[in-house]
């Protein structure tokens, strides 16, 4: 019997697996794909992440400290900061490569091969892949659920799945571009309420073309193609779009007797942008070190399993709160409220504070949405076109932290 098996070779699955065989355990990791790392991503990756996971200089197509807003009206808007915030990643390479070290470490991997069920007794955990119509059964002390998002794996595990009531879906597609210097954000109705669209250049005058939404997806993302062809951004798209789930809330329980849930399928991501590469390498180091103890105390039962959800609420938990607050906010302004708070945003003072502040990090975006909330001016546009900041601002004072329920 094996130590562990991991369902699903995404950055979560990847690391969890390289720490796990690290530490000496054996570990099996099962991905229905045949290409490790092939799923729909922009690639973008912040400074922490970076840091903390570095990419080699062949994965990076290019570090990013300037953005363009394109607000409601066409209106555009630079935003530019001395530093690198952000680096436009090969997410195939980047990804595989924490998978070949994980082999190299010892774990095995089973490509092609789709886990179709996951039983859990006292003894053990008994797993069920297919495979070219033939059905194989493994067996493993632990598992892991890392297979992002939307999957019927997580109800057999006995772990949380909310991800059906919150979420946003994400599409994608390709364009070559003539100039594009830099990523491009899209807000206003007309990319749909609540949503955001972004052009983000990679290699050889390629940018991918997304759009993120609250609601169903209904027309939006060919009205942005066409609206972007007559503009004049690129003359066609490149291949058909793909869209897929974003989970925006964690999908609690992450552990049960001899399980865990890690990366989207634990619903860890950063809620503004839906950004979840970070935060899977994050929760898969965490739900490794939490096994590696459970493993050599020869005790896999939730109660001790349950250090795993404490250390990740503990580092995440109002990073993702405070991430879900600003977001409801921003779908719940119109068109014109967009337009004011993002020209008050670029006045020169604001723009200082905030903006090119230290506190603007692409991967922790808590310190910012403090700020923006407590800023003498920028604080009090939000109050008007959105009251309930009032009353969180006025926690805030009271009790010294930004708790959001
Ligand atoms: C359009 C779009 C753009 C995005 N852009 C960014 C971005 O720029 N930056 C960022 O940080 N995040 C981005 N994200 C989010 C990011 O892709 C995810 O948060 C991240 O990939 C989650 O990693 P994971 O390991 O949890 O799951 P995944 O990367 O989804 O990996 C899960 C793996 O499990 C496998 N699997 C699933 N079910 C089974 C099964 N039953 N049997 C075997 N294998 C299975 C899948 O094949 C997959 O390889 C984007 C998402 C979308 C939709």
Redesign the pocket.
């Known amino acids: 019997m094996r130590d562990v098996i991991i369902?699903?070779?995404?950055?979560?699955?990847n690391i969890a697996a390289l720490n796990v065989a690290k530490a000496g355990f054996s570990v099996e990791v099962?991905?229905?794909?045949t290409k490790i790392g092939d799923?729909?991503?922009?690639?973008?990756?912040g400074q922490s992440c970076y840091k903390e996971y570095p990419p080699t200089k062949s994965q990076i197509y290019r570090s990013t400290s300037s953005a363009t807003i394109v607000a409601p009206s066409g209106k555009n808007y630079l935003i530019n900061n001395s530093n690198p915030q952000a680096y436009i990643i090969d997410r195939i390479s980047y990804i595989e490569a924490f998978a070949i070290k994980a082999v190299d470490a010892g774990a095995t991997y089973h490509l092609g091969?789709?886990?179709v069920s996951v039983e859990i007794t006292d003894k053990e955990v008994t797993v069920r892949s297919e495979f070219n119509g033939h059905t194989e059964v493994s067996t493993s002390k632990a598992v892991v659920v890392?297979?992002?998002?939307g999957?019927p794996?997580l109800k057999m595990a006995g772990l949380g799945n909310d991800e059906n009531k919150n979420f946003l879906t994400?599409?994608?597609t390709a364009v070559q571009t003539d100039d594009l210097s830099r990523a491009t954000v899209f807000l206003g109705s007309q990319i749909g309420h609540g949503s955001f669209g972004w052009l983000v250049p990679t290699k050889h005058n390629q940018a991918l073309l997304?759009l993120a939404t609250p609601r169903k997806l209904n027309g939006q993302m060919d009205s942005l193609i066409k609206h972007l062809i007559n503009k004049g951004y690129f003359k066609k798209t490149e291949y058909p779009i793909r869209k897929?789930g974003?989970p925006v809330n964690p999908s609690t329980p992450t552990y049960n007797n001899r399980a865990l849930s890690?990366?989207?399928?634990a619903g860890l991501?950063k809620p503004t942008t839906?950004?979840?590469?970070?935060y899977?390498l994050i929760s898969g180091e965490l739900a490794a070190k939490a096994l590696i103890n459970a493993l050599k105390e020869e005790d896999l039962s939730a109660k001790q399993l349950r250090l795993y959800e404490v250390a990740w609420k503990s580092l995440l938990s109002n990073e993702i709160k405070l991430g879900n607050f600003a977001r409801r906010m921003f779908e719940s302004i119109k068109d014109s409220q967009i337009e004011f708070l993002i020209s008050k945003l670029m006045t020169d003072d604001v723009r200082g504070d905030l903006l090119e502040s230290n506190s603007v990090s692409f991967d922790w975006h808590s310190g910012i949405i403090k700020e923006a909330v407590m800023h003498t001016v920028f604080g009090k546009c939000l109050n008007i076109l959105t009251p309930e900041f009032t009353r969180q601002k006025s926690d805030m004072r009271s009790t010294g932290s930004f708790e959001v329920a």
């Open positions: 369902i699903g070779a995404g950055p979560s699955g099962y991905d229905w794909r799923k729909l991503c922009t690639g973008i990756i091969k789709k886990i890392a297979t992002g998002f999957s794996l994400g599409c994608q997304g897929w974003i890690i990366g989207d399928a991501t839906g950004g979840g590469i970070y899977s």
